[in-house]
């Protein structure tokens, strides 16, 4: 069923299967909900526990997540084509992209702590302001990608593309984790 241009708020169950279209959804519980084979096109999340809702064929087309809790959400099992969403201040720790094309993705101010990004392709993208604590980056696309503000990034120069990668300064003890080395100012 087509839902379009309609306002939720304070839901708690969403019906999987049906497709949202221009909806706008506040202050939802969803927490462990089924978002099987649900379409969401040009719809906002706003204030909302997502946590472990599984969204196994799910299509997020054009997206927004605002201050959303998310945790847990296995993102790799929606369905893939067209694939767009961008999440500002949203909480996603322990959630899986692997092997997501998420080229110019928009991730403002998240925590993404133990976040699994392996083989993924963030070109492009943007992570700004997050707390990347034991993010996993294994053979990830991150030519390009923008990481100014992030923290607690930890990247292996010689197994993801970095390659006019935005990173901060203060970030580059996380490049040179694998060799051990200590890095510090001259006494």
Known sequence: MLIADKKFERLEKLNNRDEYEGCTFLNCNLADGNFS???????????????????????FREVTFKNCKMIGI?????????????????????SVFFQMKLKQSHFKGCQLIEVDFSEADLSNGKLISCDLSGAKFDHTNLEKADFSGSFN?????????????????SQLPGLLARYNIKIGKDS
Request: glycine share 2%.
């Open 37 to 59: 084979t649900s379409r969401f096109i040009e719809c906002e999340f706003v204030d909302c526990n997502l946590s472990n809702v599984l969204v196994g064929e799910t299509s």
């Open 153 to 169: 990034l930890v990247i292996d120069p010689e197994i993801n593309k970095i390659s006019q990668a935005k990173i901060p300064f």
């Open 74 to 94: 296995q993102f790799d099992t929606s369905n893939q084509l067209l694939f767009e969403a961008s999440f500002d201040n949203c909480q996603l720790d322990h």
